[in-house]
Structure formats: structure tokens, C-alpha cells
């Protein structure tokens, strides 16, 4: 069942009687496992991954595999990275940041706070098959709050998942011989 104003992203796989309650939203290259459901406004990330009879509240983060009522996460979804072409170099990195945030105890305040996992979770290219082909971009980011721009009179804002997004299109550029420049 999928209900009022869902948005499912491309290349997902849905097993026989998942349940989706309203404005649910799953990006790319998803497996949810029969039987499995999520309740209005949940967001389900790119190459996640649930177990059958998964009942998911809160949101599931990309790559992750979660598996339980009420959902918790399990381990990475290392196998589907495989197969979809990611670096064992890239998994290792999702693998980093996945322990840091799940198995090791610590909170989002206490990750940032941890030197090596900040710095995975702050390159811009953590995702990319091959890291040291990459740019050095020194102390360049991503956007990570609000600013205000002069020029434009107003304020900005990075799109909530826009640091998630950046890593995934840099990766595809790379694995297309970038393609669209180094940068």
C-alpha cells in the first residue's frame, strides 16, 4: 500500500505487503523487506535496506539496514554498496561514520567532536571511489548553516540533505571519468 503524496526515487525495490502511510519519502536504490511499513513523513534513504516485517517511525539514514518494530539500525548495507559499484574504500568510510554514530555510543555532538569522524563525515568526497585522485580543497565545505548573502538581500539555507546529495553526484562524476570536471 502506498498512500496520499508519496515520492519514491528510482531503482527501489518494495517486497510483497509493505505499507507506506502518507507523504513517505524513499530515494534511490531502497529495498524494504515484506511486510515492512512506515508511518506519515518518514524519509527512507538511498541504498538502505529493512528486514521483513520492519516497522519504521523515525526516519532511516542512507546506507544503513535496520531491522525490528520499532526499527533499529543493524549494520550497513555493505552487500547493495557492492553490487551498485561503490569503493571498498567508500563502504569503509560509511562503515567509519555508521560505528561512530551507532556502535560507538557517542551522540551526533560527540562525532563531530571526535577528530578522525569528523573528518570523514566533513570531506566532500568521503564517498568517492578512488579519495586520493580527488581534489584537495583545502578548507572548502559544504554549506552546513544558515548564512546571509549581501548580494542577494536574504538569507540561505543548504537543503537538508544536500551534504548527503553532494557526496553521491561528486561519486557519480568520478565513476564517470569526471565527466563534469574535478571539482
Keep these: 500500500h502506498l498512500g496520499h503524496d508519496c515520492d519514491v ?70 552487500e547493495g554498496l557492492k553490487r551498485r559499484g561503490f569503493s571498498p574504500t567508500a563502504i569503509a568510510a560509511i562503515k567509519r561514520a555508521y560505528k561512530t554514530l551507532y556502535k560507538a555510543g557517542m551522540k551526533l555532538d560527540e562525532a563531530r567532536a571526535d577528530k578522525a569522524s569528523r573528518k570523514v563525515m566533513l570531506d566532500p568526497y568521503s564517498l568517492s571511489p578512488d579519495r586520493a585522485a580527488e581534489p584537495d580543497l583545502g578548507n572548502e565545505r559544504d554549506p552546513m548553516g544558515v548564512v546571509h548573502d549581501d548580494e542577494l538581500g536574504g538569507w540561505l539555507a543548504p537543503f537538508v540533505m544536500g551534504t548527503v546529495n553532494t557526496r553521491v553526484v561528486r561519486r557519480s562524476n568520478a565513476l564517470q571519468g569526471h565527466a563534469y570536471g574535478r571539482k
Design 9 to 78: 526515487g528510482d531503482q527501489n525495490i518494495l517486497a510483497n505487503a509493505v505499507m507506506l502511510a502518507g507523504h513517505v519519502k524513499i530515494e534511490d536504490h531502497a529495498i524494504i523487506g515484506g511486510g515492512s511499513a512506515a508511518q506519515q513523513f518518514v524519509r527512507i534513504g538511498a541504498h538502505s535496506i529493512t528486514a521483513m516485517g520492519t516497522i519504521l517511525l523515525q526516519d532511516l539514514p542512507p546506507f544503513v539496514m535496520a531491522a525490528g518494530n520499532p526499527a533499529a539500525p543493524r549494520s550497513i548495507n555493505a
